[in-house]
C-alpha cells in the first residue's frame, strides 16, 4: 500500500478502506510514515471529513494501537465521563465520589490541561502527596474497595491518539468531528468501562461553537460507543461562561469540596446532578433518572459522597487534612479584587479569554513544559445574568507575581456588562 494513494483518494472525497484506516495508524504508530504525509491526510480529513463507517473503523484502529485495560476483575458496573473541555470544569472531582456513594463503581482515566482547558490531574495533584500514577493492579483494587479512583492515563493507551494530537494541534487539523470523536473514543473504550457519559461543550470556551455542531459530535461518538457495546449517552452543555466560579486548581478542588457539602455554585452542581442521574441510571443503580438525582442529593446530604472523596484521596496518598479543612490546600500570597467600572448585568463571561488569562498567571500550560502553580486562578464573585453596581467586586485574582496591568485590563473586558437585564443562559442544551 502506498501511503500517497490514500491521501489523494481523501484528496478526492472518497471513502477510506478499513484495511487503509488499519495501515495508516499501525504504520504511523510504528514511525515508518512520517508526520507530513500523516499532516496532509488529516487536512484532506477536515476538508472532505468521514463517514461513520470510516469513523469507527479510525477509532478502532486508534483503540488498539496500544494497551486495552480489562477491567473485568472489577465487579459490577464501571462508568466513566468523559467533558470535551472547558474552563473551570472539575466535574470529576464532585461527580465520582457522588455516584460512588451510591454504590456505582468509577474508573478513570484523566488528562492533563493544556491552553486555556484545565486537566484533572493538574487539580487533583494540588492535593499534597496524591499520586495520579497507580499500576493497573493497584487501579483495580482501589476500584474494588472504594468503588473510585481517577489516575492518569499510561502512555500505553492509544499511543497513535499521543503521536496524532500533537501533529494536529500545529498543523491546524483539530477541528474535525471524525478527528475528534476517534481520538475521544479511542481512549474512553481503551480504557475498558461499560457506561460512558459525554459532556460535549460548545461556545466560547469550547471546540465546538454552536450547540449543532456539539450535537453533531456528540452523536458521532455515541454511535460509535453503542456500536462497539458501550452504553453511551451525552449531555450538550454551555461553555460561553466559565462552569462554577473557580478557575485554578488546588480553587476548584475546594470548590467541589464545598459542592460535596451541599454548598456549591448552582451551575456546577446542576451540571453534576445531571451527569450523575444518567450514570446511576445507565449502571441499573437507579430506575430512572429522578430516583437517581434523589440519591445524589442524598449522598450529599448525609456527607457519605465527601466521605468518598476522603476515602480516594488517602488511598492515593493524599493529604485528608486539606479536604477536611480547605484552608490547608495550597493558598496564594496574593489576592487582588477587580472592580467594577459600570452599573449594569453581566451579559458575557467569556470563558475562553478568562482560561487564558488564568493560564498566564500559571493555573494552566501554555506549552506540555510548562510548571503549574497550584495556588493561582480566578474567582468569580459574578456570573452571567447577575446585577452588578460600579465599585462591587467582579472577581478576585489569586496570584504569585504582580499582575501587569494589561492583563488585568483583560480581565475587565472578558466581563460584558450591559445596562438592561440579562436571562440566566440554560446550562443543558440538550440529553442524547
Ligand atoms: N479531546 C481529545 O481527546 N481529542 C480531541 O481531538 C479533542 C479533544
Known amino acids: 500500500m502506498r501511503f500517497v494513494d490514500i491521501i489523494e483518494k481523501k484528496r478526492e472525497g472518497c471513502g477510506l478502506s478499513t484495511e487503509e484506516i488499519r495501515y495508516w495508524i499501525q504504520a504511523y504508530t510504528a514511525g515508518d510514515i512520517p508526520d507530513y504525509q500523516v499532516s496532509a491526510l488529516l487536512m484532506a480529513i477536515v476538508l472532505n471529513?468521514?463517514?461513520?463507517?470510516?469513523?469507527?473503523?479510525?477509532?478502532?484502529?486508534?483503540?488498539h494501537s496500544g494497551d486495552v485495560v480489562d477491567l473485568s476483575s472489577i465487579d459490577g458496573v464501571k462508568v466513566d465521563k468523559h467533558s470535551t473541555g472547558g474552563v473551570g470544569d472539575k466535574t470529576t472531582?464532585?461527580?465520582g465520589p457522588m455516584v460512588a456513594a451510591c454504590g456505582v463503581k468509577m474508573a478513570k482515566m484523566s488528562g492533563r490541561g493544556l491552553g486555556h482547558t484545565g486537566g484533572t490531574l493538574d487539580k487533583l495533584e494540588s492535593i499534597r502527596g496524591f499520586n495520579c500514577f497507580l499500576d493497573q493492579e493497584t487501579f483495580i483494587r482501589q476500584v474494588n474497595a472504594i468503588g473510585l479512583a481517577v489516575i492518569g492515563q499510561s502512555d500505553r493507551l492509544v499511543p497513535a491518539d499521543k503521536k496524532l494530537y500533537a501533529l494536529r494541534d500545529v498543523t491546524a487539523t483539530v477541528a474535525s468531528i471524525p478527528l475528534i470523536a476517534s481520538s475521544i473514543m479511542s481512549k474512553?473504550?481503551?480504557?475498558?468501562?461499560?457506561?460512558?457519559?459525554?459532556?460535549?461543550?460548545?461556545?466560547?470556551?469550547?471546540?465546538?461553537?454552536t450547540p449543532q455542531e456539539a450535537v453533531a459530535l456528540a452523536e458521532t461518538m455515541i454511535q460509535i460507543g453503542n456500536s462497539l457495546g458501550r452504553r453511551t449517552r451525552a449531555m450538550i452543555t454551555d461553555m460561553n461562561e466559565p462552569l462554577g466560579r473557580a478557575i485554578g486548581n488546588a480553587l476548584e478542588?475546594?470548590?467541589?469540596?464545598?459542592?460535596?457539602?451541599g454548598h456549591g455554585p448552582e451551575d456546577f452542581t446542576e451540571l453534576c446532578l445531571t451527569a450523575g442521574s444518567v450514570l446511576l441510571t445507565e449502571a441499573g443503580a437507579s430506575e430512572d433518572r429522578e430516583k437517581a438525582r434523589k440519591q445524589l442529593e442524598a449522598v450529599i446530604a448525609d456527607g457519605s459522597a465527601l466521605e468518598k472523596l476522603r476515602a480516594m484521596v488517602k488511598a492515593q496518598g493524599g493529604d485528608v487534612s486539606q479536604i477536611d479543612d480547605p484552608d490547608r490546600l495550597p493558598k496564594a500570597d496574593h489576592v487582588t479584587p477587580v472592580l467594577s467600572r459600570t452599573t449594569g448585568y453581566v451579559k458575557e463571561l467569556r470563558a475562553m479569554r478568562l482560561g487564558t488569562l488564568a493560564m498566564?498567571?500559571?493555573?494552566?500550560?501554555?506549552?506540555?513544559?510548562?510548571?503549574?502553580?497550584?495556588?493561582?486562578?480566578?474567582?468569580?464573585?459574578?456570573?452571567?445574568?447577575?446585577k452588578v453596581e460600579k465599585g462591587e467586586i467582579l472577581a478576585w485574582v489569586h496570584h504569585r507575581k504582580p499582575l501587569g496591568s494589561q492583563w488585568l485590563k483583560a480581565l475587565e473586558d472578558g466581563f460584558v456588562i450591559v445596562p438592561e437585564k440579562v436571562s440566566r443562559p440554560d446550562l443543558i442544551y440538550k440529553m442524547l
Open 49 to 63: 471529513g468521514m463517514d461513520l463507517r470510516e469513523t469507527t473503523d479510525l477509532t478502532m484502529a486508534m483503540m
Open 188 to 209: 474512553k473504550l481503551a480504557a475498558g468501562t461499560d457506561v460512558i457519559d459525554l459532556d460535549v461543550k460548545y461556545g466560547d470556551g469550547a471546540f465546538m461553537q
Open 253 to 261: 478542588v475546594r470548590e467541589a469540596i464545598d459542592t460535596l457539602r
Open 360 to 386: 498566564q498567571i500559571g493555573a494552566g500550560r501554555a506549552t506540555k513544559e510548562d510548571e503549574i502553580w497550584p495556588e493561582v486562578g480566578i474567582v468569580l464573585n459574578k456570573k452571567v445574568a447577575d
Open 93 to 95: 472531582l464532585a461527580l
